[in-house]
C-alpha cells in the first residue's frame, strides 16, 4: 500500500513562509487528490487544502485562502504546501491524505484513506 510522508516542517517567526512536501512511498499518489489538514493541541482536525488534478482544481480553507499555496509537482510526484505570512495560530502538525475523489466531501477527514505521519510547524518568535 502506497504510504504519504510529509517533509519540511519546523520553528518560523510570525510573517515568514514554510514549504511542505508530500511524497508517495512505495507507488504513487493512487487517487486524483491530495489534501493538507492540521491539528492543533486540543483541537479537531481541520482541512486546509486540497488539489484536484484531472481537471486541476484547488480549494482552501478561508482561514488560509490567499496565504497559502498548494501545488503538484508530476515529475516528482509530490505535493507542496507553501506558506506564507504564518500566524501564531497556525502552528499545528500538518498532514497530507490522500483518496478522496470528486463528488466527495473534500474537507472532511473521513473521505480520504491514506495518511502521512504529519510533520510540526510551530510559528513563534
Known amino acids: 500500500q502506497v504510504q504519504l510522508v510529509e517533509s519540511g516542517g519546523g520553528l518560523v517567526q510570525p510573517g515568514g513562509s514554510l514549504r511542505l512536501s508530500c511524497a508517495a512511498s512505495g507507488g504513487s499518489f493512487s487517487s486524483a487528490a491530495v489534501g493538507w489538514f492540521r491539528q492543533a493541541p486540543g483541537k479537531e482536525r481541520e482541512f486546509v487544502a486540497v488539489?484536484?488534478?484531472?481537471?486541476?482544481?484547488?480549494y482552501y480553507a478561508d482561514s488560509v485562502k490567499g496565504r497559502f499555496i498548494i501545488s503538484r509537482d508530476s515529475p516528482k510526484d509530490t505535493v507542496s504546501l507553501k506558506m506564507n505570512s504564518l500566524k501564531a495560530e497556525d502552528t499545528a502538525v500538518y498532514y497530507c491524505?490522500?483518496?478522496?475523489?470528486?463528488?466527495?466531501?473534500?474537507?472532511?477527514?473521513?473521505?480520504?484513506?491514506?495518511w502521512g505521519q504529519g510533520t510540526q510547524v510551530t510559528v513563534s518568535s
Open positions: 491524505a490522500a483518496g478522496v475523489r470528486w463528488g466527495m466531501a473534500f474537507t472532511t477527514v473521513s473521505s480520504y484513506t491514506v
Open positions: 488539489i484536484f488534478w484531472r481537471p486541476t482544481a484547488t
